[in-house]
């Protein structure tokens, strides 16, 4: 099998103002030419034939300008997401700070009793270290299997087990080291359960999932697995998605621009790495749930997140492009990483040259090249790229993309 390639290296913003172009000169009139996708995933297949299908649905903006199934799944076909259930439950723990019921600082031994140790490190672990997982407990436990083990339980069992040792055997601090993993999560939905005073698939569903019309996504029977236990589908994922641009645009979702802002912002404050799964790209961070691809080092506002499940579940969101993603699958993620690697690429590629038609007038000539032209050195239109000035990069964009828009089927 050929290896699938980067198409183009992530640029660096200069400023996290660069992430908020009006959809109307982030767009242009021109439609991204995605008929690679079909190419792509067709011959991976082929070359995979014990991988059942894929399912994938794309948008921008407000519009949904791919969705497409291959094999035998559509884009309504319901899986296990695995550790893409992070995300979601990550926004039901921001829709509960919305409502003023917790913080990211609220420290877990408010609610859990087993956690107040007399100043020692469980009395400091807060929820935004849970979801960031920097919390210093364990990241996995046989626990968290006991899907018979309700969240308040486990939580006082996790306690009693205590936080991780460092490499000198002193128990780990809380925010002082990143280690991937599900217990800490699942301390969280319990104490999500105290504060909001209603089991957690109850506050996923009230607060997330009903309002979404997200009716494919839920836990199985027995104790939810916070960090990796929904089932969902690929259109249910896209509409949680298009939720995040609408709430950051004030125009509805499920949450405050300030918590969708706090959702994609850096939550891992430089700890430490211990353990990062290998899928991940180097450079990331974490938010709350969720990966942090590219991301401003002084704002801490991200550009491009993601969410990853071991079964190739992935789902993006590029705020520079105004573009989300979800790729659905029920295999292995180390074998689709690449593929979905060189397609979320691929499309941004495809609406960086859409984007070159800056007049709205249909094709890429003259008039586009006087308006890039006339923004060199700024952050306003012509920034295609999408590296937070307008420059070269930009020039040479528009450039490859002269002539009639393409028009592809």
């Excluded at 103002?17 to 190419?39: E, N």
């Excluded at 031994?109 to 009395?123: N, Q, R, T, V, Y």
């Excluded at 400091?124 to 046989?142: E, Y």
Aim: contains cysteine; proline residues 6%; hydrophobic residues 45%.
């Amino acid at each position: 099998m050929t290896p699938h390639t980067i198409r183009r290296p992530f640029a660096k913003l200069a400023s996290a103002m660069a992430i908020a172009l009006p959809a109307s000169l982030a767009s242009g009139s021109c439609r991204p030419d995605l008929s690679f996708i079909a190419t792509e995933v067709e011959a991976f297949l082929a070359e995979n034939p014990f991988v059942p299908g894929i399912a994938i649905i794309i948008g921008r903006d407000d519009e949904v300008i791919y969705e497409r199934g291959f094999g035998d799944t559509t884009t309504t076909s319901v899986m296990p997401i695995a550790s893409a259930t992070k995300w979601i439950t990550g926004a039901a723990l921001m829709s509960l700070v919305d409502e003023g019921l917790v913080s990211l600082d609220t420290r877990v031994a408010e609610f859990i009793p087993a956690f107040d140790d007399d100043d020692g490190p469980l009395s400091r672990i807060t929820l935004g270290h849970c979801f960031a997982h920097t919390s210093g407990l364990p990241a996995q436990s046989a626990a968290l299997n006991d899907r018979n083990l309700p969240l308040q339980d486990f939580a006082v069992v996790t306690a009693i087990a205590g936080p991780r040792l460092d490499l000198t055997g002193a128990p780990v601090e809380p925010g002082a080291e990143f280690h991937y993993g599900g217990v800490s999560m699942q301390v969280a939905g319990a104490v999500m359960e105290l504060a909001a005073g209603e089991p957690f698939q109850a506050i996923l569903a009230s607060r997330i999932t009903d309002p979404l019309g997200m009716s494919s996504t839920f836990f199985p029977l027995g104790s939810p697995r916070v960090a990796g236990g929904l089932n969902s589908n690929a259109a249910d994922y896209a509409a949680f998605l298009q939720s995040l641009f609408d709430g950051a645009a004030g125009a509805g979702g499920v949450l405050s621009a300030e918590a969708i802002d706090t959702l994609l912002e850096d939550q891992a404050h430089g700890a430490i790495r211990r353990f990062v799964p290998p899928s991940v790209p180097t450079g990331f961070s974490h938010g709350v749930g969720v990966w942090l691809d590219l991301f401003d080092e002084e704002s801490g506002a991200s550009v491009e997140a993601t969410s990853v499940g071991a079964y190739g579940a992935n789902a993006w969101l590029d705020r520079s492009r105004g573009l989300y993603g979800m790729f659905i699958v029920f295999s292995n993620n180390g074998l689709v990483t690449p593929l979905v690697r060189d397609l979320q690429r691929g499309v941004a590629d495809a609406v960086d040259v859409s984007r070159a038609d800056l007049s709205g007038d249909g094709a890429v000539g003259a008039g586009d090249l006087a308006i890039l032209l006339g923004a060199w050195g700024t952050q306003g239109p012509g920034d295609l790229a999408g590296n937070g000035v307008v420059g070269s990069a930009d020039l040479a964009i528009l450039l490859g993309a002269w002539g009639p828009c393409p028009n592809p089927d």
